[in-house]
């Protein structure tokens, strides 16, 4: 069977028109008869209405002009999942992916566009929703298998199964309200997973319970699609993304940048965001009228403070760290944490109330380089912007090579310096004078902590690349200034040796 979910115009409502009142459901299904797509999303978008307070949704209720802006999560989106196969849905925080997998449950409605579902689905969309505090784990399992239209004889026959697979032991008969959220997480995936369904929906949740649960998940969506079932996951763990998923579909700004094979996109991902914010200054002028966060508020634009007084320095800086339109950058924004990890290693964390929208790897006259020789210098330019205040946090920049060897990790804490109230957008920079790395490809991580170097505000896990060419052959990580000498005991009477600065020959 073929279910239609959701033609409604942009306010939210019915289109009242015949020809769409009148689309024969039955119809659809019979023309789709021979394709294997399980979920087909037409032209779907979605729009937020935000207002600015309560009172200006009463005004505008009760006919006194619009008092709210629209915000659009979701644009011109299509694409079909497959019968059987596992389908990612990955991007960053506010590209869209949670409000799709809304969309597909059927939880929220589209503005525009339609979605098309072929069979039932369970879902495992928030942790704990659907759950009464007040009941226990096993009274939870009934109610939620009633809801999800599981008959009761299913009901007393599931629910062996799905206790023994949440581990929860005596904890089963205890009140939800004392559960963690990885209990929570237990007894929601476990039955979800043993609901019988065609289609299961996952958001973000495998990332929360401990690696022994997470594993169980992974196998359990393993068996789903021998199977034959769907699977539709979103997730920030790239690794889950990368081993599980068939396909998966990036979401960027509410529109999709990328469809395809999972490992070719998650790579794509990757890639976009090593390179993505570089050679900011060469970008185009953004484009749009100029909105001030608060206009009664004064600002101080373009100070420049270095440790060294060098003039040829803070030239190249300003020129190569130019922001054409702070006040852009500086317009209101949620914090908003980040959370992307390929498997056990992170890609993209923080809290959020830092936003790096450039990183450039420099030379000391302030161009933009990928490769430099031993003995340059090298400058690390890092442009963000903040979402809300924040007081002495601690600047970073780590340096590796290629195989993990950890080089340098210096920080404005343990030099004591660029402390302040921070609240605006700025640039910091760091330069290594006359580095004396050897030939080999190195990365940078970047970092902005809290001011007790707990919790990153941001941080760019090894991200940005660059190589030494030197034309030393000397072995090993580092040109170490160093001298040779011979001291002669005894030995047979001849010439006496000479030692002649390296490359000198004895004519």
């Avoid at 289109?15 to 294997?36: A, F, I, L």
């Avoid at 096993?138 to 026959?157: D, F």
């Avoid at 799905?162 to 990885?182: C, H, K, M, Q």
């Avoid at 992307?340 to 964390?349: E, F, K, L, W, Y």
Wanted: net charge negative; charged share 25%; with cysteine.
């Amino acid at each position: 069977m073929t279910k239609k979910l959701h033609l409604v115009s942009e306010n939210d409502s019915p289109v009242q028109t015949t020809e769409q009142h009148n689309t024969d459901v039955s119809q659809v299904e019979k023309e789709h008869n021979s394709e294997p797509w399980v979920v087909k999303v037409s032209d779907i978008s979605k729009a937020f209405s935000i207002y600015t307070s309560d009172r200006a949704r009463v005004l505008e209720f009760l006919g006194n002009r619009q008092h709210h802006s629209k915000h659009w999560a979701l644009q011109d989106c299509n694409f079909e999942i497959k019968r059987g196969e596992c389908f990612g849905i990955m991007g960053a925080n506010g590209a869209g992916k949670s409000t799709m997998l809304k969309l597909i449950a059927g939880i929220t409605k589209p503005t525009k566009g339609e979605i098309l579902i072929r069979g039932n689905m369970s879902t495992l969309l928030d942790l704990g929703v659907g759950f009464h505090p007040q009941f226990s784990g096993r009274e939870n399992i009934k109610m939620n298998c009633s809801i999800l239209g599981v008959t009761q004889n299913s009901i007393e026959e599931l629910t062996p199964q799905i206790i023994a697979f949440s581990e929860l032991g005596n904890f089963i008969d205890y009140p939800v309200r004392t559960y963690s959220a990885g209990m929570c997480l237990r007894l929601g995936f476990s039955i979800a997973s043993h609901v019988p369904s065609e289609i299961l929906l996952i958001d973000e949740v495998l990332t929360v319970g401990d690696q022994y649960f997470q594993r169980k998940c992974v196998q359990k969506i393993a068996s789903f699609l021998e199977e034959k079932r769907t699977i539709i996951l979103v997730s920030h763990d790239l690794h889950s993304l990368r081993s599980l998923c068939d396909r998966v579909l990036w979401l960027e700004n509410g529109n999709i940048k990328e469809i395809g094979p999972a490992q070719d996109i998650v790579d794509a991902y990757i890639g976009n965001t090593r390179k993505g914010t570089q050679n900011f200054q060469h970008a185009p002028p953004l484009k749009g009228k100029i909105k001030q966060v608060n206009t009664s508020t004064e600002f101080h634009h373009t100070q420049y403070s270095c440790t060294s007084n060098d003039p040829k320095l803070k030239q190249a800086m300003l020129n190569a760290s130019f922001v054409k339109y702070p006040e852009k950058h500086f317009e209101e924004e949620r914090t908003t944490p980040f959370d992307t990890v390929d498997g056990d290693r992170p890609v993209i964390q923080g809290s959020g109330e830092v936003r790096i929208f450039s990183v450039q790897i420099l030379d000391k006259e302030g161009h933009t380089r990928d490769s430099f020789e031993t003995g340059e210098d090298i400058v690390v330019s890092v442009s963000f912007r903040t979402t809300e205040p924040i007081q002495n946090p601690i600047f970073g920049v780590a340096m590796f090579r290629d195989d993990n060897l950890y080089i340098h990790g210096p920080n404005t804490k343990f030099d004591r310096v660029l402390e302040g109230l921070y609240h605006g957008v700025y640039t910091f920079f760091i330069r290594w004078k006359e580095i004396p790395l050897l030939s080999g490809n190195y990365v940078l991580s970047i970092a902005v902590f809290d001011e007790h170097h707990i919790r990153p505000h941001i941080w760019h896990n090894q991200l940005y690349s660059f190589s030494i060419r030197s034309p030393i052959e000397d072995h090993g990580l580092l040109l170490l200034e160093h001298e040779w000498g011979m001291i002669t005991h005894l030995e047979e009477k001849r010439d006496p040796i000479q030692l002649h600065p390296k490359g000198e020959d004895d004519s």
